[in-house]
């Protein structure tokens, strides 16, 4: 079985501090990896994914991850925030050649002016 | 990539009756999925919904509460049966490709309160 721990469950920073926002998995089995982002009242919307390859994946709206095998993580960052990235950020894994997605429990990002 | 609409995007319902969430993508897709999100909580995979058969269920969801339909591979329906309070979250529908990465697409969701 898969499991995903996401460090913090809220995370305040100021407009244009950079942010990292932390995720670990436990899975016995390759993963695939993903960040997603739910806006106030909407659904979830894919932020990046990791599948292969290069360990630094980039996403949309300037984010990107790291993938860390040794570590079991997938980090997610951002160099300098927006108060539009304010949102809670979910990340998730699925077992290679499974269809279940499982999520971690959720980190919201509050951006101060 | 899916784009997925779901009806109603909210509802008010009272304690007893039931409710039915509907579900559209924009294309045809392998899987779909339901998910709940309890107040302040993550996601909750509730069930798979399969095209021509029954819905497969996780643990501590069973198809009397939450019967789910798939009449074919754009449309999925969950229906929340003798509601109570604690049903009250967001559910979602979810459509993957079903191919090698897994990736799902999101509705934006079913906002339920139960008085």
């Known amino acids: 079985a898969q499991s995903v721990t996401q460090l913090d469950s809220q995370v305040p920073v100021f407009e244009e501090a950079p942010v990292e926002l932390r995720c670990n998995y436990s899975?016995?089995?390759?993963?695939?990896l993903f960040w997603y982002v739910q806006y106030p009242n909407q659904g979830l919307q894919l932020l990046l994914k990791?599948?292969?390859?290069?360990?630094l994946v980039k996403g949309i709206n300037g984010f990107e991850a790291e993938f860390n095998k040794s570590q079991t993580s997938f980090h997610l960052r951002k160099p300098s925030v927006h108060i539009s990235d304010t949102a809670e950020y979910f990340c998730?894994?699925?077992?290679?050649?499974?269809?279940?997605?499982?999520f971690g429990q959720g980190t919201r990002l509050t951006i101060n002016p | 990539s899916a784009v997925i609409s779901q009806k109603p995007s909210r509802d008010i319902c009272q304690r007893g009756t039931s409710l039915t969430i509907q579900c559209q993508v924009d294309?045809?897709?392998?899987?779909m999925f339901w998910y709940r999100q309890q107040p302040g909580q993550s996601l909750t995979l509730i069930a798979t919904?399969?095209?021509?058969?029954?819905?497969?269920?996780e643990s501590g969801f069973v198809i009397d509460k939450f019967p789910i339909s798939r009449p074919n591979l754009t449309f999925s329906t969950l229906t929340v049966s003798n509601m109570s309070p604690e049903d009250s979250s967001i559910y979602l529908c979810?459509?993957?490709?079903?191919?090698?990465?897994?990736?799902?697409?999101f509705g934006p969701g079913t906002r339920l309160t139960v008085l």
């Open positions: 979810s459509a993957g490709g079903g191919g090698l990465y897994n990736e799902q697409f």
């Open positions: 899975s016995s089995v390759s993963v695939y």
């Open positions: 990791y599948l292969s390859g290069s360990t």
């Open positions: 998730a894994v699925t077992p290679r050649g499974a269809q279940k997605l499982v």
């Open positions: 294309s045809q897709v392998t899987m």
């Open positions: 919904a399969n095209q021509g058969s029954e819905a497969t269920y």
